[in-house]
C-alpha cells in the first residue's frame, strides 16, 4: 500500500459516546504505535503492539482508552464515554523490525461536543 | 523525570540565513535522539536520527552528551524548509515509544 492509512479522517463525537479509530499499516510492519497531539501540542505516547500483543499500554490516560490489534495487522483504539479533553489529533504509526524510524499515518480528528 | 524541551515555539528566519532549531532533554542515559518534520498538509515524517551522523536535506544535529542537547542546524535556509519540527527521543530501557518535544514551527521569509 501507499503508506499508514487511518479513518476515519474526522470525528464528530457528543460528550459520552463511544467512537473507535482505525489504523491499516504498511503490510509487513510488525510494530505498532498510537499517538495522542493536542492542540498546539507534539504528538503524545498512547501504547505499542508488537504484532498482536499489547507491550506497552504505559500512555493511555484513562481506563475509557483501549486498544487491540487482534490479527497483528490492523488495529483499533476505542474511547468510551468521550469527554472534551478527549479532543485531538489520534496518530498512528508502524515500524518494520527493529528500525527505528516510525511511519506515520495522516491522524483522526477527533472533536467532542 | 525525563523531558525534552524545545524553547522555542516559533522561528522565523529570513532566506538564506542559517537556522538553529534548540532541543534540551533531561535523561541520565543515552537515548536515541530524533528529530521529525510535518510539511504543510503532510504527515509527519523522520528527518533525521542522531546515530546515523548523516545531513538530510542540508540539515544536521549534533548530540552533546555534556549539554543534554539534540539542536538542528542548517547553514542556509531555504523557503521549503518551513514546517513543524520535533525533537524526539526513545529513552530505551524497553520503551519503544516515540517522547516529542511541543515542536518549532519554523518559518523561512522569502
Known amino acids: 500500500g501507499a503508506g499508514v492509512s487511518q479513518s476515519p479522517r474526522y470525528k464528530v463525537a457528543k460528550r459520552g459516546q463511544d467512537v473507535a479509530l482505525r489504523c491499516d499499516p504498511i503490510?509487513?510492519?510488525?510494530?505498532l504505535f498510537w499517538y495522542q497531539q493536542a492542540l498546539g501540542q507534539g504528538p503524545e505516547f498512547l501504547t505499542y503492539f508488537q504484532n498482536e500483543a499489547q507491550l506497552d499500554k504505559s500512555g493511555l490516560p484513562s481506563d475509557r482508552f483501549f486498544a487491540e490489534r487482534p490479527e497483528g495487522s490492523v488495529s483499533t483504539l476505542k474511547i468510551q464515554r468521550t469527554q472534551q479533553e478527549d479532543s485531538a489529533v489520534y496518530l498512528c504509526?508502524?515500524?518494520?523490525?527493529?528500525?527505528?524510524?516510525?511511519?506515520f499515518g495522516p491522524g483522526t480528528r477527533l472533536t467532542v461536543t | 523525570a525525563q523531558r525534552v524541551t524545545q524553547p522555542e515555539k516559533l522561528l522565523s528566519v529570513f532566506k538564506g540565513a542559517p537556522v538553529e532549531l534548540k532541543c534540551n532533554y533531561s535523561y541520565s542515559g543515552s537515548p536515541e535522539l530524533f528529530w521529525y518534520v510535518q510539511y504543510s498538509r503532510q504527515r509527519l515524517q523522520l528527518l533525521l536520527r542522531h546515530i546515523s551522523r548523516e545531513s538530510i536535506k542540508g540539515f544536521t544535529a549534533d548530540l552533546n552528551k555534556g549539554e543534554t542537547s539534540f539542536h538542528l542546524k542548517k547553514p542556509f535556509a531555504q523557503e521549503e524548509d518551513s514546517a513543524m519540527y520535533y525533537c524526539a527521543p526513545i529513552w530505551g530501557g524497553g520503551a519503544d515509544g516515540l517522547t516529542f518535544g511541543k515542536g518549532t514551527h519554523l518559518i523561512i521569509q522569502p
Open positions: 504509526a508502524t515500524r518494520v523490525g527493529n528500525s527505528y524510524e516510525q511511519y
Open positions: 503490510s509487513g510492519h510488525v510494530s
